[in-house]
């Protein structure tokens, strides 16, 4: 699988959860299963309507996850929702580093 996302990256408009889901193929129930997260929960996640909260084990996954993709958690924004619908915070914090 690793050959096949080579070159991968995160498009910063789109929430990171949803792209690395999406580039990895599986379904919101899928990837919940995987991680042990209810997918109502993952669409609560890609939609920002809730802020993410991982165990240390469903890090653990997903880290595994990442390095299928060629990513790292330095890869990720500090949101990984919705960029479009982010807290303010966020994007006071964004426009200064852009």
């Keep these: 699988m690793i050959s096949e996302n080579e070159g991968f990256s995160l498009d910063s408009t ?25 997918a109502d929960t993952i669409g609560k996640w890609e939609n920002s309507k809730v802020n993410v909260a991982l165990t240390i084990a469903q890090i653990k996954r997903l880290d595994i996850y990442l390095k299928e993709l060629g990513l790292s958690w330095q ?10 619908i982010a807290p303010p915070a966020y994007k006071r914090i964004r426009k200064k580093i852009k």
Excluded: C, T, W, Y
Excluded at 75 to 84: E, F, R, T
């Design 75 to 84: 890869d990720l924004p500090d949101h990984v929702g919705n960029p479009a």
């Design 14 to 38: 789109v929430s990171a959860f949803l792209q690395i889901r999406k580039a990895l193929g599986l379904s919101r129930s899928q990837f919940g299963l995987e991680l042990g997260i209810d």
